[in-house]
């Protein structure tokens, strides 16, 4: 079967580091991606990544490894803004969409 | 970035009415729209894919005649729920994208039901 796995709560210090980790196991892959949800919203779009290796946008950078079957958002100079869950998302070879439940991020001051 | 917008935003409806919810994409052509279903704490669950002049299909284990599904135009696509029970109260959000293969991902806001 189809599997993401992400921690499910995670907690950090305001303007520290965070690194929340994504394993994948699909049937085939066609990009992963990752989104920001904030309590009783939609989710916002963060990343993408088709390609190991790092991709940097501001604070956040998301890591691939296809080999590996692993991702990570990275999460710098963490604001209070930055609670939220965090979903994983992979699309397979049917390029449909395998969500992950999400990790739910909690900064502290 | 590209806009996607759903309306209502929220409606409480009784048991045994319809509701119709919007999805419109305000500044792209959405040759595809995903519709979702959240219950809360619960990750998004993928009701049914649309594409547009098409037949959507759906998940398994979700009722193609309580939920209609209509993507009559490159930027609009609607969901009904049929005839709706308290346990269709749900957070129904739709995802718009210029194709299967694109690199990003635009939700809507999401449109709150409760049926009482």
């Known amino acids: 079967g189809q599997n993401i796995d992400q921690p499910t709560e995670m907690t950090a210090t305001e303007g520290a580091i965070v690194q929340i980790n994504c394993t994948y196991q699909?049937?085939?892959?066609?990009?992963l991606f990752w989104y920001q949800q904030h309590a009783g919203e939609a989710p916002t779009f963060l990343s993408y990544?088709?390609l190991d290796g790092l991709e940097e946008k501001g604070r956040f950078s998301s890591f691939l490894s296809r080999s590996k079957g692993y991702s990570y958002l990275l999460l710098k100079e963490l604001q209070m803004k930055d609670s939220a869950s965090y979903l994983c998302a992979v699309r397979d070879s049917n390029y449909q969409l395998i969500w992950g439940a999400g990790t739910k991020l909690i900064i502290k001051p | 970035g590209a806009v996607v917008s759903q309306h209502p935003s929220w409606v409480i409806c009784k048991s045994g009415t319809s509701v119709k919810i919007e999805c419109r994409s305000l500044d792209f052509q959405a040759t595809t729209m995903f519709w979702y279903r959240q219950f809360p704490k619960q990750s998004l669950m993928l009701m049914a894919t649309s594409n547009e002049g098409s037949k959507a299909t759906y998940e398994q284990g979700v009722e193609k005649d309580k939920f209609l599904i209509n993507h009559a135009s490159l930027t609009l696509s609607t969901l009904t729920v049929t005839s709706a029970h308290p346990e269709d109260s749900s957070f129904y959000i739709c995802?718009?994208?210029?194709?299967?293969?694109?690199?990003?991902?635009?939700f809507g806001p999401g449109t709150r039901l409760t049926v009482t």
């Open positions: 699909t049937s085939g892959f066609n990009g």
């Open positions: 995802s718009a994208s210029e194709g299967l293969d694109s690199t990003n991902g635009f």
């Open positions: 990544n088709v």
